[in-house]
């Protein structure tokens, strides 16, 4: 029951990109609040892990959705805003060079991958960061990533570029979430990487292209 509660926190984070899509917000205004919510989140995180307060009622819902190994590390929910807002500051802007100008930009199908594609992989397969998922799982993950990017890329590339760059972040994001580097011990967990090397590959197509 908890892993189903993290895969649903893991879903809410499509709310960001949901918004944008719906007019509710501009694409300056999305980015200006993730940049806000991912503040807070770190507020949180040092405040648990630094100052190391005393929650109460909300220490139970600390241990129920965070796994063990981020006691003493920051969670996979403040990597999942630091993921969501690199790719929303750094691929593929609106005001950005007209190669890569599309709207909704590429950071919105990048940020989809991260809070649908991973939940999906995440609940078929392995949750320990340590451990590579099964090529299955990973086949999964490629087509989900895949479905959810198509949409926005060849509806401004067309059919032929469009697939490839849907194709191209959708591997991107299925490397990241197979494949998770350790550097000094830790762990480099796919919430921070997913978003950004999908919308990394997803944008190099449509340069390669123009």
Same mark, same amino acid.
């Given at each position: 029951?908890?892993?189903?509660?993290? $895969?649903?926190? #893991?879903?809410?984070?499509?709310?960001?990109?949901?918004?944008?899509?719906? &007019?509710?917000?501009?694409? $300056?205004?999305?980015?200006?609040?993730?940049? @806000?919510?991912?503040?807070?989140?770190?507020?949180?995180? +040092?405040?648990?892990?630094?100052?190391?307060?005393?929650? *109460?009622?909300?220490? $139970?819902?600390?241990?129920?959705?965070?796994?063990?190994?981020?006691?003493?590390?920051?969670?996979?929910?403040?990597? +999942?805003?630091? %993921?969501?807002?690199?790719?929303?500051?750094?691929?593929?802007?609106?005001?950005?060079?007209?190669?890569?100008?599309?709207?909704?930009?590429?950071? =919105?199908?990048?940020?989809?991958?991260?809070?649908?594609?991973?939940? =999906?992989?995440?609940?078929? %397969?392995?949750? &320990?960061?340590?451990?590579?998922?099964? =090529?299955? !799982?990973?086949?999964?993950?490629?087509?989900?990533?895949?479905?959810?990017?198509?949409?926005?890329?060849?509806? #401004?590339? *067309?059919? =032929?570029?469009?697939?490839?760059?849907?194709?191209?972040?959708?591997?991107?994001?299925?490397?990241?979430?197979?494949?998770?580097? !350790?550097? $000094?011990?830790?762990?480099?967990? &796919?919430?921070?990487?997913?978003?950004?090397?999908?919308?990394?590959?997803?944008?190099?197509? +449509? @340069?390669?292209?123009?």
């Amino acid at each position: 029951m908890g892993e189903l509660k993290r $895969r649903a926190v #893991h879903l809410s984070g499509t709310g960001f990109p949901a918004i944008y899509l719906l &007019d509710l917000v501009t694409w $300056r205004q999305l980015q200006a609040l993730l940049l @806000v919510a991912t503040a807070g989140v770190f507020l949180l995180e +040092f405040l648990r892990l630094v100052v190391e307060v005393e929650w *109460g009622p909300l220490d $139970r819902v600390y241990d129920e959705l965070t796994r063990e190994y981020e006691a003493d590390n920051v969670a996979g929910y403040a990597l +999942f805003m630091v %993921g969501a807002t690199l790719a929303a500051l750094a691929v593929a802007p609106p005001y950005g060079p007209a190669a890569v100008a599309v709207e909704p930009p590429l950071a =919105v199908p990048a940020i989809l991958m991260l809070s649908i594609g991973d939940p =999906v992989s995440g609940y078929l %397969g392995s949750n &320990d960061a340590t451990t590579a998922k099964e =090529v299955g !799982v990973l086949a999964v993950m490629f087509l989900v990533c895949f479905a959810l990017a198509v949409p926005f890329t060849t509806l #401004h590339a *067309g059919t =032929v570029v469009g697939v490839a760059a849907a194709a191209a972040g959708a591997l991107g994001a299925t490397v990241a979430d197979g494949l998770k580097p !350790v550097i $000094r011990g830790y762990v480099v967990d &796919d919430n921070l990487t997913i978003s950004p090397t999908a919308g990394a590959a997803m944008t190099a197509v +449509f @340069v390669f292209a123009a």
